[in-house]
DNA sequence: CATGCTTGTGTGACCGGTAACAGTGTGGCT
DNA sequence: AGCCACACTGTTACCGGTCACACAAGCATG
């Protein structure tokens, strides 16, 4: 009639009740090798029959090890980042690691550095970086040289996983070009994200190549509202028959703008956007885009950190291969 | 010229330094009110010098608190979620917290309770549930006992935080029976979310109170995809001339098929969503649609479950009252 | 001047695992 | 039989903090 102690069981526990000593209950659980299989079993049954768990704060303090990641990303309720997250936590999860995420607001590097920091004192075993609008050199600075980080980004000081922000976009480019329209407006992103520079230059340098004219394009951010009132200024010429939005929430911006001002997409208008957003298939009309494979991004991230941590005196890998984007064709593009 | 031991700085070497015993540098850590000025700074000046950061394993294994926070999450990729979990993260980060999120994808109560296990061997201090389709009581089933969990839902046997699901809808209807139309028909979210069947709830009493027709409504779930192909049914009915859709991105498919069946919004059918993505008010046209305020959401979940974690012997907070909802109005709707 | 309380500090054990090393028993080999 | 290698298991210290408690000094009080 003894009420059980309020106390969870430890390792000792289990190994009175099995009658063997606490350092084979800690071998079974650690899967080492040097158990028999009756004792494993007898550990076992004692350790089901205590529900006994091992404490993860006693295990991180011994080895030194959390199993643990951090990531730093900025704008985490954006579909490409929160997708990136997600697919990163899936993967880092069916490893046995844990996920920690940090979003960060504003742009400061005091909130990079203190982000880093956290993660740092939380005892992180390894960070994933989605750096957003740090330039990613500068958010590279502010890691510490001990804690293996992989960068989703262009090739940088440490290992890093890179979508393609610059064949697709030139390819959405020679696609409106093929389609007769003499040349193709653009809509960038921030002009401090690396993304969107690297979209901007794969369409100038389309362009360029095919001896079409390279026309201004405004500054602006990822918003629906910044492809709608920038938008605007492009529906109102009527020189104006193709555009390359730099995202599809941009683009999404822009179809509105264009609708408002009573041209058509895409008998005026063609647009193309960039992302693939769940929505682009439904949107009026359905958006011709450039898909990016978000998921496999977080998926590489986490490979490339795992296959650096199991092996920490290695050197670090080097990047894994550029993630390819694929333009998916649509009903928002048509002939000059 | 003897080079820097490998290991990091430990309470010890702090406090040799600092010619103190380990434990006063550990008060002066734990902010401790029973150490003089002078010591205090004489330890921080010898912890900076040190760069002595605590180590969070040590702490959380001999205090059993780890200053982490669980949520469980469906769809986290989603924007509802992705907001509320970006909020939690910040509030939690304020309040000294770490955040672990696990993203589920199947609904599987397997998965939840998977989940639930896994904070639980990582030591989480609370958990905050965001259950989806999984039905409140269900995924209560699976908590144990013995951790704080607060449940983003209708009230439940844990302190809930609730968005209010039913009386914005009702409102929505209202809005549209009083611009003249008939009925209102319907696009509900997949029938096993409950803030689905809540909304649904919200159109239908509003119909019933006002002594309208109730149309049938077609299951489907949250995508574009089932807003557009419900749509084009609907869109061919000459007969519906309002839809009140379950969210923004059923509004938005429902909208591409109207448009593609040649009828226009508002002029000829009107259309409510539910959310207010940021996309919202650039779609074509803008939406009409009732704003859900995410950020307050996560918000409360954390406040909730810190006051329950600062009083662990107190009984369990109640519930946070209901969020409010409000209806944006825009251009999706008109006269009838 | 002894007594008591308050404030500040030090001592040792302890949280629950893991690492290193030291046994123990069994079998094969000469 | 005697020896050794091998497989398995136990002993002890240690990770880096916190806790409970003992202790020293300073000051007011009787």
């Not at 006693?58 to 199993?67: D, K």
């Not at 940090?102 to 005091?110: F, K, T």
């Not at 696609?175 to 794969?202: F, I």
């Not at 950190?305 to 199991?310: K, P």
């Amino acid at each position: 009639m003894t009420a059980t102690p309020p106390t969870r069981p430890g390792l000792r526990d289990v190994a009175r009740l099995a009658g063997v000593s606490h350092q084979t209950v800690s071998r079974v659980f650690k899967n080492h090798p040097m158990v028999s299989p009756k004792t494993r079993d007898r550990v076992l049954a004692a350790a089901a029959q205590l529900d006994f768990r091992p404490n993860a704060a006693a295990r991180a303090l011994a080895t030194g090890r959390s199993s643990t990641l951090g990531v730093v990303s900025f704008d985490t309720a954006l579909h490409g980042p929160a997708s990136i997250i997600a697919a990163i936590e899936r993967h880092a999860r069916e490893a046995g690691f844990f996920t920690g995420v940090a979003g960060l607001e504003s742009a400061g590097r005091d909130t990079v550095a203190g982000a880093v920091e956290r993660f740092r004192d939380q005892g992180v075993d390894g960070l994933i970086m989605i750096p957003g609008h740090v330039p990613p050199e500068e958010a590279v600075r502010h890691l510490p040289g001990d804690l293996p980080t992989v960068l989703l980004g262009p090739p940088a000081a440490v290992p890093t996983v890179e979508a393609d922000h610059y064949r697709a976009p030139g390819e959405a480019t020679r696609y409106l070009l093929g389609l007769g329209h003499r040349t193709v407006h653009h809509l960038p992103g921030p002009a401090d994200w690396s993304e969107a520079t690297e979209r901007t230059r794969g369409w100038r340098d389309a362009l360029v190549a095919a001896g079409a004219e390279v026309p201004d394009c405004a500054p602006g951010d990822w918003s629906a509202r910044s492809g709608y009132e920038r938008g605007r200024r492009l529906a109102a010429d009527p020189d104006v028959t193709a555009v390359f939005a730099a995202n599809d929430q941009i683009a999404l911006g822009l179809l509105w703008a264009i609708h408002e001002s009573g041209r058509r997409v895409p008998e005026d208008v063609s647009v193309i956007g960039f992302d693939d957003i769940p929505e682009a298939a439904f949107l009026t009309p359905p958006l011709t885009t450039v898909r990016q494979d978000f998921a496999a991004l977080g998926r590489h991230c986490v490979e490339l950190l795992l296959a650096w941590l199991a092996d920490p005196g290695g050197a670090p890998p080097g990047r894994a291969g550029v993630v390819p984007s694929e333009l998916v064709i649509r009903r928002s593009t048509g002939p000059a």
